[in-house]
């Protein structure tokens, strides 16, 4: 066949094919006659199967991945010897299989092993194969071969098997023999086909939690991170970069977490990391911009599915957390914040319809919690809803109830799942991928239909490139056309289709086993309940209410699978930040109290150390013994409102009434207006101590001699007082007469007697002077003024 390829008067058809190998058997009968006679070779079938696992055959390059007519292919790879001999005279050939027949065939071709020459074909020989003349055990060596496509003998459009065996020579064994094979496929579809295949590429941008519920006491809330693990995903070469690097230049379906988006916005500004016991200063908020402009710039004009906020495990609500009230009244929240939250940060309206249970696996329970997020569209796979039909049928299968179940393609969905990052590897993937395309086709060439690919959650960088190697390839169209969920979800449905939505216990053990457990659900209810509780006496509640809301939300992730102790340590975190604010508003412990009477005020405090003020709380007190003592109204209980600023405390007075002596055990109790406790109750004790008339008395007569005794000292003080004074008069007096001239000052006082007779004497004579004019008015009387008299003060 080799050598036949060189005659260029023999061509490739199917009929030359068999001319010319009935030509070789007749012409080659009396040889193999006398053959017969001479002793025996190992039979070739066998010493290839033994010896096809001696050398590792890879493929990294098979360029173009769909060739057409004069095309030249190129296949690059490695051979490497792991056997204990050396391989000499060893050649590289390429072998063209049968073409294949249906998706099955590709499948089997795919996992087989070893060499059989019958299923591996021919090889094209002559000038498109590489001589290496020696491997050593435990070696390598690359090789590169180009074949014009026009060697093949492709035939018909369809899938072929592509084959690049080794073959040679080891120490034990003297004659060639292939050594180790590789398989790929090669998709061949010359011409565009008549009826394409839909095909929708779903492109999902979803990472694990990152973000705590603290935030910074400032007015910007600063956003304190779990870890800074997301700043190496969205640097460039990380996994979200390049899904979005990726994603921008194929015609995808973004299927978008909200949660995402909104940790990668927090990134952008200041924020902080946990470190231990205290947190340290974020450094990333370059990538995290780059990214979310990048990203936004992808988003226009193209197809975005926004998935409940957080990504929220639909199989375990389904499963575990129904058995906890209240666990499914998150997810409609949580419909309504996707779809804000990709509006605000992306700017683009997201469709909400569509639910996504983990790997696509469904069953009645989980279909039911996916619609009561408001979703009528629920994406399964086709290894959940299998089929017994011969062909791919169109993804879209009404299910009841009005939801409709897009059923994605099993085989192409999990097709890069694998470690992508060797070249052979990815090759090898991306050609299955594009040979099961072209086989949807071929299977009904006449009918158009629809096919859904969705690929694992959070696919690797590696992955995500050998996923757009495979799309790329696609954009030729020649047998398949782009198209969208919305719409391969609106596409009429195969009749023929399963419409039966697997029972529970077909779901897989395996997803079951890694589902979050029910104490889990009962941990977010009582966080739940804890934050229902605080949020109505805040003054700002948003403050609270969104971060820890939030943290809610990734609690019932889809991406704690597989990790339930980080799972369980996230939950503790957020409810335990939680109890630490709500602390910070309580009571302050009070010792005992000693009542002496029949009526007090018992002093109760309350503080409030946030920084914001708290409103509608009611101070309860109660007294357990109401026959010795009551409060307020002549009751065993009292309420009375509480209103405190950030940063303050309030004195809170209750009035007591005692009716007997004794200890009156006391609670005190915060509560909000709905009645519901809030914080821990304190206890303290009344000691009341009545007080009798024979106690009065004594306290009476205490009191007098008190008021007596200060009588007293006060008379005396007062004379003493009297005494200086009159001493410093006559003191004063006698220095004043020594100036005059007089002896003493009984004589100065002499003086100033007479001096002031004879002033008077004076003025009476002056009073009676003739020419004085009379006086208006009569002379004064000694008498009080009588009614309506003016009186002179």
Known sequence: MAEAADFPSIGRSPARRWLRRAAAVVMGAPLLTGLLQLPAAPAATAAEGTGSRTVDVSLNTVQPSAPVKGDTLTLRGTVTNTGKQAVDTAQVDVRVGSRLSSRGAIEDAARRTGFASEQDGDTVGGAYTAKIPVIPAGASRDFSIQVPVDKLDLDDAGVYQLGI??????????????????????????????????????????????????????????????????????????????????????????????????????????????????????????????????????????????????????????????????????????????????????????????????????????????????ADKVISRSDSMRESLSYTPNAARPVGGGTTAVVSDALLSTAFEGDMARADDATLAVQKFLAHTLAVTQERPSTARNIVIVPQRMPTASQADSMARAARALTAQRWTQSSGLVTAAAAKPDPAATTHVPSAHRYPKDLRQAELPVAAYQGIRATQDTLDNFRVILTAPHRVVTPFGNAINREMSASWRGRPVDARLYRDRVQTDLTGLTGEVQLIEKSDLILSGRSATIPVTVQNKLLQGVDRLVLRLESTRPTRLKLNDDTPLAELPVRIEGGHSQSVKFTAAANANGPVPMTAQLFTEDGRAYGKPMHFTVKVSEITSAVMLVIAGGVLLLVLAGVRMYTQRKRAAAQEAAEEDDSEAADEAAAEGFESAEEAGAAVVHGEDEASAARSDDAVQPSDPVPDTGPQSAGPSGPGERVDR
């Open 165 to 374: 065996s080794l073959s040679g020579r080891t120490s034990d064994v003297r004659y060639d023999r292939v050594l180790g094979i590789e398989r790929t496929f090669l998709p061949w579809q010359p011409t565009a086909a008549k009826k394409k295949t839909q095909v929708t590429m779903v492109w999902p941008l979803i990472s694990s939690v990152h973000l705590s519920a603290e935030t910074g006491s400032d007015e910007q809330q600063t956003p304190v991170f779990e870890n800074d693990d997301l700043a190496a995903e969205l640097a460039p070469g990380g996994r979200l970069e390049r899904l979005v690097a990726l994603g921008a230049e194929l015609p995808v379906t973004w299927l978008i977490d909200p949660d995402l988006l909104a940790t990668a916005e927090a990134m952008t500004g200041a924020y902080r990391v946990r470190d231990g016991d205290t947190t340290v200063a974020g450094k990333n908020q370059a990538a995290a911009n780059q990214w979310l402009d990048a990203l936004e710039k992808a988003v226009q004009g193209g197809k975005v599915v926004a998935l409940p906020y957080g990504d929220p495990d639909l199989a375990s609500l389904a499963h575990r957390g129904r058995e906890v009230s209240g666990s499914l009244s998150h997810l409609r929240p949580a419909t309504e914040l996707a779809q804000s939250t990709v509006e605000t940060i992306l700017h683009v309206k997201p469709s909400v319809d569509f639910a996504w249970p983990v790997n696509g696996a469904v069953d009645p329970s989980i279909v039911d919690v996916a619609t009561s997020a408001g």
